[in-house]
């Protein structure tokens, strides 16, 4: 699901059981939680490093909240599942995830980079494109009544 928030937009991405163990089990996924220069930061928040840097990067295990827009240059990420014909062609061992079809990187279920792009661009350095993370803002959930809320500051 995707929702505006302010200037942007925000993607709800509801994991499954099988999604969260994977990501769980596979701790050698690092998480890079610098901040490109490009992002507005005084227009998008962004949530605590506590939340940034955990092992899912969320709230709730099932619930993945980010900012829609890569942390490469701000190009629209899009959900690729793990059978997706896309999929198979950027990786064959696509697991699901994102992918920023901009710059060709994709990312897992907690918005980790996990595959590179195959031609990089030559006037940014290679960390740009390949190791940041997807942004995720501040938020809360609130099981009770089986909602999220964005917070603006």
């Not at 998480?31 to 490093?49: C, S």
């Not at 955990?54 to 190009?75: A, E, I, K, M, N």
């Not at 014909?85 to 995830?97: F, L, P």
């Not at 980790?112 to 940041?132: N, Y």
Request: some cysteine.
């Amino acid at each position: 699901m995707e929702v505006s928030f302010g200037t942007e937009k925000v993607g709800i991405y509801r994991r499954s059981t099988l999604e969260v163990n994977g990501l769980s089990s596979n701790p050698a996924l690092g998480v890079d939680d610098e901040i490109p220069g490009w992002w507005p930061r005084n227009k998008t928040p962004l949530a605590a490093k506590e939340v940034a840097t955990s092992t899912l990067r969320s709230l709730s295990d099932d619930l993945f909240v980010f900012w829609l827009p890569s942390s490469v240059y701000g190009c629209y990420v899009k959900h690729l599942p793990k059978n997706s014909s896309i999929g198979k062609i950027i990786s064959k061992s696509w697991a699901g995830g994102f992918f920023d079809p901009c710059n060709g990187v994709g990312y897992d279920y907690a918005g980790r980079s996990v595959v590179q792009p195959k031609v990089m661009d030559e006037t940014a350095p290679p960390k740009t494109l390949t190791s940041l993370s997807l942004m995720i803002p501040p938020y809360q959930v609130i099981k009770s009544i089986e909602s999220i809320v964005l917070k603006c500051s």
